[in-house]
Nanobody
Framework: QVQLVESGGGLVQAGGSLRLSCAAS????????MGWFRQAPGKEREFVAA????????YYSDSVKGRFTCSRDNDRNTVSLQMNKLKPEDTAVYYC????????????????WGQGTQVTVSS
């Protein structure tokens, strides 16, 4: 089992940057593909980014490609999301999640979720 705790959210002006972190408990962190999702008010939770178990592959939604970077440190059981050039439409609660098997894109493939961290981008 994996417990996930996100941090690093906050309020930032458009064009600014934030770095989200997710700390995982347990000894099996390296077995999981890790993902980031976000949910804006009144909208469904959507895929943002994911990173493979050994960091060889990263995946991004079209809306964040080129602006966000996902990384992980298996020795420290952490995954991060560096967010640059933030836009008001990036405002949402951001969740990290662990995926043991299945598509990196589909939220149903993720079995463990953090509590989320709020990101607000002002215009």
């Amino acid at each position: 089992q994996v417990q996930l705790v996100e941090s690093g959210g906050g309020l930032v002006q458009a064009g600014g940057s934030l770095r989200l972190s997710c700390a995982a408990s347990g000894r099996t962190f390296s077995r999981y593909l890790m993902g980031w999702f976000r949910q804006a008010p009144g909208k469904e939770r959507e895929f943002v980014a994911a990173i493979s178990r050994n960091s060889e592959n990263t995946y991004y939604s079209d809306s964040v490609k080129g602006r966000f970077t996902c990384s992980r440190d298996n020795d420290r059981n952490t995954v991060s999301l560096q967010m640059n050039k933030l836009k008001p439409e990036d405002t949402a609660v951001y969740y990290c999640a662990a995926n043991y098997a299945g598509s990196y894109f589909h939220r149903d493939s993720y079995g463990y979720w953090g509590q989320g961290t709020q990101v607000t981008v002002s215009s």
